[in-house]
């Protein structure tokens, strides 16, 4: 067989066939990769989701206990002291509600952890095998 300049060489149809099953190997090779990047990322990013919700429960517990403090102090005396208790309060439920909304914010870009991409990419190299689309 002769190979002129520009030219590729042509391979035989049974060179061809022998060649799929390592072509297959590899494709499915490459989706499992696909598969394993883009899980491992939507666990990273619920795991960062739970830790911000669980720092947010953290400082709810003690926004609750500023809080209680505050009224006993407004209780027992009626001094401006109750007044700094009730604003470290407010703050603390303040960084409680910034938590939350980032940690469901972060949750909901890992949520549901299912391999979307990896996914779509199968079914096109399905409908490919089968000549059925590009």
Request: no cysteine.
């Amino acid at each position: 067989m002769s190979v002129g300049p520009g030219m590729t060489p042509k391979r035989s149809l049974f060179r061809l066939i022998g060649d799929l099953p390592g072509l297959l190997v590899d494709l499915l090779r490459s989706e499992l990769e696909q598969l394993k990047a883009e899980i491992a990322e939507k666990l990273k990013h619920a795991g960062i989701g739970l830790g911000l919700l669980a720092a947010a429960a953290t400082f709810a517990f003690f926004a609750v206990g500023v809080l209680i403090a505050t009224a006993i102090l407004a209780l027992a005396l009626v001094l401006p002291a109750w007044a700094s208790a009730l604003i470290i309060g407010a703050v603390l439920l303040l960084i409680t509600g910034i938590l939350i909304a980032l940690g469901v914010a972060s949750l909901r870009k890992g949520v549901p952890p299912a391999p979307t991409e990896t996914i779509k990419s199968l079914k096109r190299d399905v409908r490919v095998i089968k000549g059925i689309g590009k």
